[in-house]
Each structure stands twice: as C-alpha cells, then as structure tokens.
C-alpha cells in the first residue's frame, strides 16, 4: 500500500513539473511585449545668481513656462555700472600713456631741447668770458681771490649745465625707452581685463534661463541678497521625459537599447505616448520599496530608461506609467530607434 501511494506522488509530482514547462514555454511564446510599471522622471535646475547683490527683479512664477534665453530676473546694478565706467576711464587714461610712448618725443620738444643746449652754450661762453677777465686782473691785483673764486664757480656750473641739456637733447631725440613701451603696454591689458571682469559682473546680474522648462519654485524675494550659494528659482527641464522603470533578470535579455515602446498613464486612459528604450543599466539591484511588493523583496532587477515624447506636456513628475515593450516576432524587422533620441 505504501509503494503504491510513493508511486501515485511521483506520477503527480512528474506531471505538475511537465504541466508548468509547458504552459510556460507556450506561454514566452506566445508573449509579443514586456510591460514594465514605474514612474515619470525628469531632471530639475536650481538656478542662482552668480553675484553678490541684492535682488531687484524676478519676473516668473511658480508654475510658468519659461525658454532658453529667457530673462527671469536682475540684481541691483548700480555699483556695478559705476565700477565698470571707472574702469573704462582707467583703460582710456593707459591707452594714452601707450600711444604718447609710441609716438616718441614730438619735433617741438626736440626743437626745445636744442634750444635750450644753445642758451647753455651762450650762458657758459659769457662765464668763460667772466672767469677769463678776473683771471688776467687777478694777476695785477685789480680783483679780490673772492671774486675770482666766484667767476670760477659760475663757469664750471654753466659747463655742467651745458652737459645736461646735450644729454636731454641726446634723450629726447632717441625717444622712449622700449622697456617703458613694454610696462604701458602690460599696465593696459592689465587694466582692459580688469574692465571684462567688471562687465562679466555686470552681465551675471542678470539671471537667463538656461534651457526650456517650467518654474516649480520660486526660492527667493526681491529686496533678498543673492550669491551664487543660493539658489533663486527651480526649473524643472519638461524635455526629454522618461520613465524609470525595473526589468527582471528573464526579460532582461529581450529588451535592446533602442527598441520602441508604449507608454500610457492612468491620469489619461486610452492615450499612448511614442517612447522608445534610451538606457539599461549593467548593473542589478533589489527590487525598490517605491515599486516591489512583499513576496518580491529579495528579486534583482536592473533599472531601464523609456524615453517618451509629451509635445503637449502632459506628464508630470512622479506620475505612474505603464510601458509596453514590443517584441519582435522571428523574421520581422525590429523597429528601433536609434539614442540620438535622447538628445
């Protein structure tokens, strides 16, 4: 009796395991798409001002749709105009400096020097003259040694002087010296990138946006101060969209890069959304809390990027989606587009 009942299990045993391998390899063949459950992702920016003044302006909302390039608000100016006029008076001042170096000694200074070398010459011929008459009465003893010594000192100064003016002269017809050239020359592009700094503040007072998108939070006030610390406005990027989704370890070999997909939402019944698979990663992972249930705490998935396209902006960050994967039939040609779609 017992023999006949160990046999009656094994039979029931043997036929169950050949009943599930058969409707589970009818079943994957029978299977034309993976559908997979997750969630609407997009990115976010937190936009500050890259300067140190107080708010003047903001003009956006939470809630409104903003473009590329599109001024979103502006920081007190004042200070910073007036920085960038006395830096402009600055680079104009050294740029004068730069041209009368170049330029080199104008013919009238050089007609001065020369005339004053011949007053000099004039001057030292009269001492000459001076010295030379008190010498020959010094002689016969009409003049005193000190008028003698006092003609002596005013010919060798009126000689020194004459040495002086050649030497200006000589200066003045050579010009500038070209090390001086060269510190106007670094003093002025010193001074002109002190001025670009000074109108890249200028320009950073006024906060543009970066890329499309909507306002999802409006952070600081005008009257607040602002540093590129503190972000001012939060801009969530509408385009791309895509939804972050888990594939299991079986299906995971079914689904390629590119492969088209359908995605739908219950917020908008019987609408599908053209989508297409823009990522999958290499690397498992627990089923997340945010989508697995109690029995599935312990399974590997491996996280899968659907791309969708929302021309109408329909789709809202967090929103539950549904995707459905196609699956080629053998002997058709796979639909797939290619990831230039991500950008």
């Known amino acids: 009796m017992k023999r006949v009942l160990l046999v009656f299990l094994v039979l029931v045993l043997f036929g169950s395991a050949a009943a599930g391998w058969y409707f589970t390899r009818r079943d994957d ?11 609407v992702d997009l990115r976010q920016v937190n936009l500050a001002f890259n300067g140190n003044e107080r708010i003047a302006t903001l003009l956006v909302h939470e809630g409104d749709r903003v473009k590329k390039g599109q001024v979103l608000g502006t920081l007190e100016m004042e200070r910073l105009r007036y920085s960038v006029e006395r830096a402009e008076a600055r680079v104009e001042s050294q740029r004068q ?3 009368r170096l170049e330029n080199g000694t104008r013919p009238e200074e050089i007609e001065q020097a020369r005339a004053n070398v011949a007053a000099a010459q004039t001057d030292l011929n009269n001492a000459r003259r001076i010295f030379e008459r008190q010498r020959r009465m010094a002689g016969s003893g009409a003049t005193s040694q000190q008028d003698m010594e006092n003609a002596q000192t005013g010919f060798e100064i009126a000689d020194a002087k004459l040495r002086v003016n050649h030497k200006s002269l000589d200066l003045a017809v050579i010009g500038p010296r070209k090390e001086d050239i060269a510190e106007a020359h670094a003093s002025l592009r010193a001074n002109i990138a002190d001025l670009a700094l000074l109108k890249q503040d200028l320009e950073y007072a ?5 890329t499309d998108g909507v306002v999802q939070n409006r952070i600081l006030e005008p009257g607040e101060m602002a540093s590129p610390q503190r972000p001012v406005l939060n801009i ?10 888990y594939v ?3 299906d995971l070999a079914k689904i390629r890069l590119g492969m088209n997909a359908v995605v739908t939402s219950d ?4 609408k599908g959304y053209e989508g297409w698979v823009g990522f999958i990663s290499s690397i498992a ?3 997340p809390k945010t989508v697995e249930t109690t029995e599935l705490r312990t399974a590997l998935v491996y996280e899968v990027r659907i791309f969708v396209k929302d021309p ?10 549904t995707v459905k994967v196609p699956l080629a039939r053998a002997g058709e040609k796979e639909k797939g587009q290619s990831l230039s779609h991500e950008g």
């Not at 063949?29 to 969630?39: E, F, M, Q, V």
């Not at 917020?267 to 019987?270: D, I, S």
């Open 29 to 39: 063949g029978a299977r034309d798409a993976i559908l997979l459950y997750g969630n």
């Open 97 to 99: 400096v730069v041209e």
């Open 206 to 210: 006024t906060l543009v946006c970066p």
């Open 236 to 245: 969530s990027i509408t385009d791309p969209k895509w939804v972050r989704a």
């Open 248 to 250: 299991t370890e079986p």
């Open 267 to 270: 917020g908008f019944p019987g």
């Open 285 to 287: 992972e627990f089923t």
């Open 312 to 321: 109408e902006d329909e789709l809202r960050l967090g929103m539950p989606a």
